[in-house]
């Protein structure tokens, strides 16, 4: 009931940034935490960052101080501002939300977006 859209992933040279969205449509009654995960080649799907309903952020230790994830409630929409990228930040990133897609019962299940592709070049 839930579509995620993820978009802004590219090409980009060391040292450069990209801002990836994330829209979420659908039966939505409530989203709870917004996420974004990365998985590079060959490698497991690995947690970069979380926003809460409230705007509380954490991040992977490999990104704090490069990379930002902010939200717009009245959009349902996550970014991930991504800064000073490296070649080790190349991977396929997907966002995921949780979310109620009814009062009632609240029940809250997590839903991914198809991924979009992020490559930085040295």
């Known amino acids: 009931q839930v579509q995620l859209v993820e978009s802004g992933g590219g090409l980009v040279q060391a040292g450069g940034s990209l801002r990836l969205s994330c829209v979420a449509s659908?039966?939505?009654?409530?989203?709870?935490?917004m996420a974004w995960y990365r998985q590079p080649p060959g490698k497991q799907r690995e947690l970069v960052a979380t926003?809460?309903?409230?705007?509380?952020?954490n991040y992977a230790d490999s990104v704090k101080g490069r990379f930002t994830i902010s939200r717009d409630n009245t959009k349902n929409t996550v970014y991930l501002q991504m800064n000073s990228l490296k070649p080790e930040d190349t991977a396929v990133y997907y966002c995921?939300?949780?979310?109620?897609?009814?009062?009632?019962?609240?029940?809250?299940?997590?839903?991914w977006g198809q991924g979009t592709q992020v490559t930085v070049s040295s």
């Open positions: 926003v809460t309903s409230g705007g509380s952020t």
């Open positions: 995921k939300v949780e979310a109620v897609v009814k009062a009632w019962p609240p029940t809250a299940d997590f839903y």
């Open positions: 659908g039966s939505i009654f409530r989203i709870n935490t």
